[in-house]
């Protein structure tokens, strides 16, 4: 057992990632936090079962690559980031806006 656990940690030390960090800068909470490989369909919701409270930040890893963000608040309007590039050891931060709303 010790030795596939320590097998796993080595591994995961030779995967290198990009860190994203997402801000809820709204007065609303945030109910989803969608992520996909850019131009694909199976999204992700990084935050399960939680909310993220405005003034409060949510932090995850990806392996490298192109992503797009969807977010949707507590009045279900979207925010989208499309294209995102994100490589090994990149810091992403998204301060989520009430500017940054999608279109209606």
């Not at 801000?23 to 909470?29: A, Q, Y």
């Not at 996909?36 to 890893?61: C, H, N, Y």
């Not at 925010?79 to 590039?85: M, N, Q, V």
């Amino acid at each position: 057992m010790k030795q596939a656990v320590l097998l796993i940690l080595i591994l995961s030390l030779g995967v290198m990632a990009a860190t994203v960090e997402i801000k809820n800068g709204t007065d609303l909470e945030l109910y989803f936090i969608w992520i996909t490989e850019a131009g694909r369909e199976k999204w992700v919701d990084m935050l399960s079962m939680s909310v993220l409270l405005p003034d409060s930040s949510l932090i995850f890893q990806v392996t490298r690559g192109w992503y797009d963000l969807r977010i949707q608040d507590s009045e279900w309007q979207n925010y989208t980031l499309e294209r995102i590039p994100l490589s090994d050891c990149n810091h992403f931060i998204w301060v989520v806006e009430p500017i940054h709303r999608d279109n209606p």
